[in-house]
T-cell receptor
Framework: ETGVTQTPRHLVMGMTNKKSLKCEQH?????MYWYKQSAKKPLELMFV???????ENNSVPSRFSPECPNSSHLFLHLHTLQPEDSALYLC??????????????????FGPGTRLTVL | AQSVTQPDIHITVSEGASLELRCNYS??????LFWYVQSPGQGLQLLLK??????LVQGIKGFEAEFKRSQSSFNLRKPSVHWSDAAEYFC?????????????FGKGTKLSVKP
């Protein structure tokens, strides 16, 4: 699946480092999402952007800072992370934010994820 | 609150055998339901979705799922499993009117396939 790409695929960082995750979608979509996938827990929605505007922040700690410069690109800036932040971070996109479309049937397409390890 | 339950954490089936993965949801309105598959090291790929109409939904890779409102279930089935089906499967409900975000996922069921 090349519709949604994520870089890097793997990242190891110390708790004092600053790093960024990148997501790019080539599907012409207008909504983009960040999810966190931890072992033995359901996927957790972190952020939603619709037409570059943030429409959802699911009580995410401020050490995670998203940025959406345009509808095709989404970043997740990381700083002073904790070991419990180690997880697979998945990006997804859809035509638009389903909630704002009154319950549209837009499907989310996922990228391969970035495996993050915080030491 | 809306939720999705996948009761089986891990299932092992023999290649060629039939498969059924269970999914139960809790949702007040008519749900939008999805099944995704995740191969090791990969993102999630949509297998099928149900929005309305025929309660038996056909998906990719020979999978199908049946929506049963009376049982609040959306079980995934395949008549004959292939070794390449070994992966983790996630059921999700679209919470478009609520505050939990667009998709609520179950914890997943890991499928192993014996030769």
């Amino acid at each position: 699946e090349t519709g949604v790409t994520q870089t890097p695929r793997h990242l190891v960082m110390g708790m004092t480092n600053k790093k960024s995750l990148k997501c790019e979608q080539h599907l012409g979509h207008n909504a983009m999402y960040w999810y966190k996938q931890s072992a033995k827990k359901p996927l957790e929605l972190m952020f939603v952007y619709n037409f570059k505007e943030q429409t959802e922040n699911n009580s995410v700690p401020s050490r995670f800072s998203p940025e959406c410069p345009n509808s095709s690109h989404l970043f997740l800036h990381l700083h002073t992370l904790q070991p419990e932040d180690s997880a697979l971070y998945l990006c997804a996109s859809s035509r638009q934010d389903g909630r704002l479309a009154g319950g549209s049937t837009d499907t989310q397409y996922f990228g391969p994820g970035t495996r993050l390890t915080v030491l | 609150a809306q939720s999705v339950t996948q009761p089986d954490i891990h299932i092992t089936v023999s290649e060629g055998a039939s498969l059924e993965l269970r999914c139960n949801y809790s949702y007040g309105a008519t749900p939008y339901l999805f099944w995704y598959v995740q191969s090791p090291g990969q993102g999630l790929q949509l297998l099928l979705k149900y929005f309305s109409g025929d309660t038996l939904v056909q998906g990719i890779k020979g999978f199908e799922a049946e929506f049963k409102r009376s049982q609040s279930s959306f079980n995934l089935r395949k008549p004959s499993v292939h070794w390449s089906d070994a992966a983790e499967y996630f059921c999700a409900v679209g919470d478009y009117g609520g505050s939990q975000g667009n998709l609520i996922f179950g914890k997943g069921t890991k499928l192993s396939v014996k030769p």
